[in-house]
Every structure is written in structure tokens, then in C-alpha cells.
């Protein structure tokens, strides 16, 4: 009966689309994710790591991150008459406009049981003259935070939200949860 149970918990979890990413100890090792870990929606990803430990004293949460992926650069295309006729424009031609602004930009919010964890953003913008080909970026992303959560820490809740590029193709995030000495 027992066996059954726990079969049918992790079919319902692996059914769910929901990232569970192992477990977290208090005071245990460091635990790392990558980006197979996290359910993905677009440019946002999520992944829920169980948390065992939190028996309501104050906890030192860590969680770092090395997001790296494609920036985004705008491109529009103009449609001008390089010569106009008797009835309208007879060479017509179409310009590429690129913008001078380069845009990579990664949110990282972290959480537990719907505790507010932190937050931190970082990005790698710049002002370009041409087309970027090199669109690859990476930003390195921090939360940490000392707090009590009454007990009420059962499942962090991590959050990589890609806010202004084209693509994430990597993920390295840590985590550790430790009590205060």
C-alpha cells in the first residue's frame, strides 16, 4: 500500500509541470541547479526545492546565480523612395534601422512557503555603434538574507526571469540554507 502511495505522489509531481529540484537541509551541503532544473514559461523560469530543517530559528538563506544567455538589440525596417516619378515613388528601397542599444537584462526573486527571501537584477546593457554579433552575456545575481520564518519554510520557491533579452541558455544557481551560530 505504502509503495503505491508513493508512486502515485511522484506521478502526480512528475504530471504537474511543476521543477522539483531535490531537497534543501538547514545546515546541510550547498545544493546547485541548473537550468534542467527549472519549469520554463517563455524567458521565466521556476524551480521548488523542498526545505527540511526550519524549526523556527533564525536561518541564513544564500542563493546565487550565473545566468547567461542572448542580449537583444532592436531592428526595425523603413520603407523610403530613393526617387520620386510623375506618379509617386519609382525606386523604392527598404533601410534597416538598428538601435544603439544593446539590452540584457535577468531578475532573480527567491521565496519560501510565500515568504519574501530577496531579490536582486543585474544586467549588461551598453550603448553599441552597429549590429552587436556577439550577443552572448552573463550576470551574476545574489540574495541572501537572515530571518525566522516561524517554521513555515517547507519549499523555496526560485525565480529567473529573463526581462529584456532574447534568450537564457544557462543556469547555475546555489543554495544554502544555514542556522546562525
Known amino acids: 500500500m505504502k509503495k503505491i502511495a508513493l508512486t502515485s505522489l511522484l506521478l502526480m509531481s512528475a504530471l504537474s509541470g511543476v521543477a522539483h529540484a531535490d531537497t534543501v537541509y538547514v545546515?546541510?551541503?550547498?545544493?546547485t541547479l541548473t537550468k534542467s532544473d527549472f519549469v520554463q514559461s517563455g524567458n521565466h523560469y521556476s524551480a521548488y526545492i523542498d526545505v527540511v530543517g526550519d524549526n523556527g530559528q533564525q536561518l541564513i538563506f544564500d542563493v546565487d546565480a550565473v545566468v547567461g544567455g542572448n542580449g537583444y538589440q532592436q531592428i526595425t525596417y523603413q520603407k523610403i523612395c530613393l526617387q520620386m516619378g510623375r506618379w509617386g515613388c519609382v525606386?523604392?528601397?527598404?533601410?534597416?534601422?538598428?538601435?544603439?542599444?544593446?539590452?540584457?537584462?535577468?531578475e532573480l526573486n527567491v521565496s519560501c512557503s510565500g515568504i519574501a527571501i530577496g531579490s536582486d537584477m543585474d544586467n549588461k546593457n551598453e550603448q553599441v555603434d552597429g549590429r552587436v554579433s556577439n550577443k552572448y552575456r552573463e550576470v551574476k545575481?545574489?540574495?541572501?538574507?537572515?530571518?525566522?520564518t516561524g517554521g513555515n519554510c517547507q519549499q523555496l520557491k526560485v525565480e529567473v526571469n529573463g526581462l529584456e533579452l532574447d534568450s537564457i541558455s544557462n543556469i547555475s544557481l546555489d543554495v544554502l540554507i544555514a542556522e546562525t551560530f
Open 91 to 106: 525606386e523604392p528601397d527598404i533601410r534597416e534601422i538598428i538601435s544603439d542599444d544593446f539590452r540584457y537584462v535577468v
Open 27 to 31: 545546515n546541510g551541503t550547498l545544493h
Open 141 to 148: 545575481l545574489l540574495t541572501q538574507n537572515t530571518l525566522v
